[in-house]
């Protein structure tokens, strides 16, 4: 009797290994197609971009200040970088600082600072670069010397800067030429599959008139001013269509949104700054709007 329950049992055992997998199988066959092989979903992995440039696209003083990023570099977690990355799905290295000219590039502009161009990959998938206006001293030179020049014109007579300076601004920006066009073939040769995107400067000062004494500057030599940023403008978009990259316009949508505007008008601050930013530099207002630009192009771009 018991080598019998032992045999019975074991019969019992078998059957329902076997019913066990017939379930199993019927209930595999049931819920995927004949030949299915079991998949995971992939996660896709964001692609690279590498911002490079200058206070303008740093954002100095803009708070709060990015985290990590150097000190000396006073860069913004609101800047357009910043701003375009996570709009996009993108994942940002941003190596703009605060100061840097074409040259801080390919050389260390601070011992914590490594040359822009040492965060491009042959991976990279977008670059922005917004250079030039510190070239020469360019912006800084020709802002100090008319303000200085200007300061006493109370009367708001003439163009007392253009008149001492003539072409010098211009004539600097027609040299700079050549180095900015040699950076973005740079970019180029070091992130073949990267797209390109030259970014141009914001309006910066009124379309007409002035506003003495927030700037000291006269109507003349305003306009002055403003005919020297649309040629750096213009040299800009001029390098990137000849060296394959795409020019982003942050200039007009910003025109009446100039130094001397009111505050929350003003996407840049006049010499004395009513919000957080550097003096005539873009506030966060002017970095959300230069984002949008550089968005559109981006999406323009296929990205």
């Given at each position: 009797?018991?080598?019998?329950?032992?045999?019975?049992?074991?019969?019992?055992?078998?059957?329902?290994?076997?019913?066990?997998?017939?379930?199993?199988?019927?209930?595999?066959?049931?819920?995927?197609?004949?030949?299915?092989?079991?998949?995971?979903?992939?996660?896709?992995?964001?692609?690279?971009?590498?911002?490079?440039?200058?206070?303008?696209?740093?954002?100095?003083?803009?708070?709060?200040?990015?985290?990590?990023?150097?000190?000396?570099?006073?860069?913004?977690?609101?800047?357009?970088?910043?701003?375009?990355?996570?709009?996009?799905?993108?994942?940002?290295?941003?190596?703009?600082?605060?100061?840097?000219?074409?040259?801080?590039?390919?050389t260390a502009q601070y011992p914590d600072q490594p040359p822009q161009f040492d965060a491009l990959k042959p991976t990279t998938s977008v670059v922005t670069v917004g250079i030039g206006g510190n070239d020469n001293q360019l912006f800084i030179s020709a802002?100090?010397?008319?303000?200085?020049?200007?300061?006493?014109?109370?009367?708001?007579?003439?163009?007392?800067?253009?008149?001492?300076?003539?072409?010098?601004?211009?004539?600097?920006?027609?040299?700079?030429?050549?180095?900015?066009?040699?950076a973005i073939a740079t970019i180029h040769a070091r992130s073949p599959v990267a797209k390109v995107f030259v970014i141009?400067?914001?309006?910066?000062?009124?379309?007409?008139?002035?506003?003495?004494?927030?700037?000291?500057?006269?109507?003349g030599d305003v306009a002055y001013l403003n005919a020297l940023e649309l040629s750096l403008n213009a040299m800009l978009k001029r390098e990137a269509a000849a060296h394959g990259a795409m020019f982003v316009d942050t200039f007009a949508a910003s025109v009446g949104h100039d130094a001397c505007q009111a505050v929350g008008t003003r996407w840049i601050e006049p010499i004395v700054p009513g919000t957080d930013a550097f003096p005539v530099h873009p506030n966060a207002k002017g970095e959300a709007a230069d984002a949008r630009a550089v968005q559109a192009a981006m999406h323009a771009a296929g990205l």
């Amino acid at each position: 009797m018991q080598g019998a329950r032992r045999t019975s049992g074991r019969v019992v055992t078998r059957i329902t290994a076997a019913v066990t997998i017939v379930l199993t199988v019927a209930l595999l066959s049931s819920s995927a197609p004949a030949g299915a092989v079991p998949h995971t979903t992939a996660v896709a992995t964001p692609s690279s971009y590498v911002a490079l440039g200058d206070s303008y696209t740093a954002a100095p003083l803009v708070l709060p200040p990015a985290p990590g990023a150097p000190l000396d570099c006073f860069q913004s977690s609101v800047n357009y970088p910043h701003l375009t990355a996570a709009a996009l799905g993108l994942a940002l290295t941003d190596r703009s600082c605060s100061s840097a000219t074409t040259a801080d590039m390919t050389t260390a502009q601070y011992p914590d600072q490594p040359p822009q161009f040492d965060a491009l990959k042959p991976t990279t998938s977008v670059v922005t670069v917004g250079i030039g206006g510190n070239d020469n001293q360019l912006f800084i030179s020709a802002l100090l010397a008319c303000t200085a020049t200007d300061a006493l014109d109370v009367l708001n007579l003439g163009t007392p800067c253009r008149n001492l300076f003539g072409n010098y601004f211009v004539n600097q920006v027609n040299t700079d030429a050549p180095v900015v066009g040699q950076a973005i073939a740079t970019i180029h040769a070091r992130s073949p599959v990267a797209k390109v995107f030259v970014i141009g400067y914001p309006d910066i000062l009124p379309q007409r008139g002035n506003c003495y004494p927030q700037l000291t500057l006269t109507t003349g030599d305003v306009a002055y001013l403003n005919a020297l940023e649309l040629s750096l403008n213009a040299m800009l978009k001029r390098e990137a269509a000849a060296h394959g990259a795409m020019f982003v316009d942050t200039f007009a949508a910003s025109v009446g949104h100039d130094a001397c505007q009111a505050v929350g008008t003003r996407w840049i601050e006049p010499i004395v700054p009513g919000t957080d930013a550097f003096p005539v530099h873009p506030n966060a207002k002017g970095e959300a709007a230069d984002a949008r630009a550089v968005q559109a192009a981006m999406h323009a771009a296929g990205l």
